[in-house]
């Protein structure tokens, strides 16, 4: 018997069945990668649709999402441009196959948020079919962060949770891309450049390059996405039920931080599991939220060796650049400083804004400072945190 959800027409046939493929196929190519997919397998003709044609819609949605260019410099990053004169340099990427070529990114668009700081020979990238499958489903763990933030961000709050504006959702795939470039970068164990000391303001650095790259703006919505990684990395991935308690209703199971009653060793262990990429943390939400801790840990050390090495460096790139931003201006207080969160709601009076939008560094380099930039003191040199996966024995350096 049918389900009295599918609309028939008078034949009996689901009414989708009556649909041109020319309007599915628009459809579809209307729909963020994740949805697509899944549109796709919900029926047997939807597949056929997606199948013929699906070189066009994975290129064509790839194309109109805000963070593509963020997604291509992270798929076609090298270790050789692991150098500020070479690191997210324009490139020219083109997807081809025999009989025609779609430029994906070209020279100028790319000059524009990533402009080269020398001549030097523009890098060019042919990708094929399988490239395009693999930026698809990296798009699709943005489109999962999408999903995820409301009850990230309402956790408390339940009753005031909503959807995101398309506004908003903008915002969030392109932090979560940023997010996702400075890990790939300075983050795993793929682009190893260690450095012992953390960045310094107004000094050359790849890490505060990355930010610098950045409008105010888009900064402080990074800045926001951090706070609830933070905090999403704390409650639902580095605590675990350790502890029974007792009542009248019968017995819970209480989440205990890892490393509580230990100092600030549990701020500790965060601020290194927040080194993991977008990709990474979502499997880790998936599959180990609120799991042992002796489970994680052994997981994870099977994957990175040297986890535990060192914490992460986005808050401090984010902090520091910022702080630039604000003393290159001459603003006196960070309470002067405009307000940009991901939501609409944590956006204030757009007057006076108009200069933080259109601000970033374009070369990554600090611009030459106004006079009286340079009365201010240059940081002291600090050392990165060691990191801490949570292990029981604790070792004191």
């Known amino acids: 018997m049918p389900s009295t959800n599918v609309t028939l027409q008078p034949s009996g ?5 009556s649909m041109p493929n020319e309007l599915i196929l628009e459809t579809m190519e209307l729909l963020s990668p994740s949805d697509a997919s899944n549109f796709a397998l919900s029926s047997r003709r939807l597949f056929l649709v997606f199948k013929r044609n699906k070189e066009s819609i994975l290129i064509t949605v790839l194309q109109r999402l805000p963070e593509i260019n ?3 410099h992270i798929y076609t990053a090298r270790k050789d441009e692991s150098h500020m004169d070479l690191m997210l340099c324009p490139r020219i990427i083109d997807y081809s196959r025999e009989d025609f070529t779609i430029s994906l990114m070209e020279l100028g668009s790319a000059s524009q948020e990533f402009p080269s700081r020398r001549p030097l020979k523009v890098p060019k990238f042919t990708l094929a079919i399988q490239d395009i499958e693999q930026i698809w489903n990296m798009a699709k763990v943005i489109d999962w962060w999408v999903e995820k933030y409301p009850r990230l961000h309402w956790r408390d709050n339940s009753d005031d949770r909503r959807c995101l504006r398309g506004s908003e959702v903008v915002r969030v795939r392109k932090a979560v891309a940023r997010w996702w470039l400075y890990a790939k970068y300075h983050h795993g164990n793929a682009f190893t450049r260690f450095s012992a000391f953390q960045p310094s303001t107004w000094t050359v650095d790849t890490r ?5 790259l950045m409008p105010t703006s888009e900064i402080n919505e990074l800045w926001r996405l951090w706070r609830l990684v933070k905090e999403t990395v704390s409650k639902d991935l580095c ?11 019968g017995y819970s199971v209480e989440l205990v931080p890892w490393g509580a009653g230990e100092g600030r060793r549990h701020a500790k262990i965060v601020k290194t599991y927040m080194k993991l990429d977008p990709e990474q943390l979502r499997y880790y939400l998936s599959h180990y939220a609120n799991w042992k801790r002796s489970v994680t840990i052994s997981s994870l050390s099977d994957i990175e060796p040297n986890f535990a ?3 992460e460096t986005l808050s401090i790139s984010l902090s520091k650049v910022l702080g630039e931003r604000k003393i290159f201006r001459g603003v006196q207080s960070w309470a002067d400083m405009p307000q940009f969160g991901i939501l609409d709601e944590d956006r204030r009076s757009d007057l006076h804004k108009s200069k933080w939008l259109d601000d970033a560094w374009p070369d990554g380099r600090v611009p030459p400072l106004p006079d009286h930039v340079l009365t201010f003191p240059f940081d002291s040199s600090s050392i990165v945190a060691r990191g801490d996966d949570g292990t029981e024995t604790l070792f004191p350096f």
């Open 239 to 249: 605590s675990s039920p350790e502890k029974v308690c007792h009542c009248k209703q």
């Open 70 to 72: 963020i997604l291509l």
């Open 309 to 311: 090495r060192d914490s």
């Open 208 to 212: 505060l390059h990355h930010i610098r």
């Open 13 to 17: 046939e689901p009414l989708l069945y």
